[in-house]
């Protein structure tokens, strides 16, 4: 049996409801490929007993899992290529669909903490932390202050969504999640 993935955090929310086809698009520009629904939509709470069985069915597979929730899509990667999608990529949907486009991303300790915020308007606002060395592009947002100066935790990242009005306790429980089986190309 193949070990699992170290998990990431590694979210996409979007304050809108994507489309399937949308959303599909989006694991593509990721490099998944061979997309396959598993099972039914799951509470946030079992997705993992879901991933779980599915791993041992399909050991060579990426487990993506999204959910639309309160008008926003969460979107969910256990390998951080979410994050790794361009800037002008998660712009443009924010443009697109005249919304907010907000990425977290974290890895295993000692790694990197990264945020971003797409705004409709074009302005974006993201920090990344890795090692003692911090990156940040426009303007600070005011829940910021909380955590300024120093390694972003994980905590830090959920503060932060819930100061956007993202439910993330919500997300984790309760919101239903579509869990996709694809190959990472």
């Not at 509470?43 to 926003?72: K, S």
């Not at 300790?109 to 003692?132: N, S, T």
């Not at 947002?141 to 969504?161: C, N, P, Y």
Request: with cysteine; net charge negative; hydrophobic share 40%.
């Amino acid at each position: 049996m193949t070990a699992p993935p170290v998990m990431h955090l590694s979210l996409v929310m979007i304050h809108s409801d994507l489309r399937d086809s949308e959303i599909e698009s989006i694991y593509a520009d990721c490099g998944y490929r061979g997309c396959e629904v598993v099972g039914e939509p799951t509470p946030g709470i079992a997705v993992l007993g879901l991933v779980e069985d599915e791993r041992e069915r399909r050991p060579n597979h990426a487990f993506l899992r999204h959910c639309r929730d309160q008008g926003w899509t969460v979107l969910a990667d256990e390998d951080g290529r979410l994050a790794s999608v361009s800037t002008e990529r998660w712009s443009a949907l924010a443009v697109e669909h005249g919304a907010r486009v907000v990425l977290l991303h974290g890895e295993p300790d000692p790694g990197m903490r990264a945020f971003a915020v797409h705004y409709p308007d074009g302005r974006r606002r993201a920090v990344a932390v890795c090692e003692g060395e911090r990156e940040e592009v426009g303007t600070p947002l005011a829940i910021e202050s909380a955590f300024r100066g120093r390694q972003i935790t994980v905590d830090d990242l959920i503060t932060l969504v819930a100061s956007l009005g993202i439910d993330f306790e919500r997300l984790n429980v309760l919101s239903p999640y579509t869990v996709t089986a694809a190959q990472a190309v």
